[in-house]
Nanobody, 119 residues
Framework: QVQLAESGGGLVRPGGSLRLSCAAS????????MGWFRQAPGKEREFVAA????????HYADSAKGRFIISRDNRKNMVFLQLDNLKPEDTAVYFC????????????WGQGTQVTVSS
């Protein structure tokens, strides 16, 4: 099992940027596919981005393409989500998630970090 802890959320103006971090601890953390999800008030949790265990591939929700970048540093067991050109509709709690490579279901979740985009 891997434990996840997010950081880096905050309040930012529209058009601004944030960098979210996720620290992964536990056995074989670098072998997990890592992802970011978000949940806005009154809405269901939605997929934002994912990255393969070896960073060879990334996937993004349409809402994230061109504005967000997911990356990871397996030496430090860290995953990042760079958020650029933020919009008010990006306001949500952002969750880091992990799943063993080859699995379909996301099995490990962090507690979330709040991102608020407002002028």
């Amino acid at each position: 099992q891997v434990q996840l802890a997010e950081s880096g959320g905050g309040l930012v103006r529209p058009g601004g940027s944030l960098r979210l971090s996720c620290a992964a601890s536990g056995r074989a953390a670098s072998n997990y596919v890592m992802g970011w999800f978000r949940q806005a008030p009154g809405k269901e949790r939605e997929f934002v981005a994912a990255i393969a265990f070896n960073s060879i591939s990334t996937h993004y929700a349409d809402s994230a393409k061109g504005r967000f970048i997911i990356s990871r540093d397996n030496r430090k067991n860290m995953v990042f989500l760079q958020l650029d050109n933020l919009k008010p509709e990006d306001t949500a709690v952002y969750f880091c998630a992990a799943k063993w490579r080859g699995n379909e279901d996301w099995t490990n979740w962090g507690q979330g970090t709040q991102v608020t985009v407002s002028s």
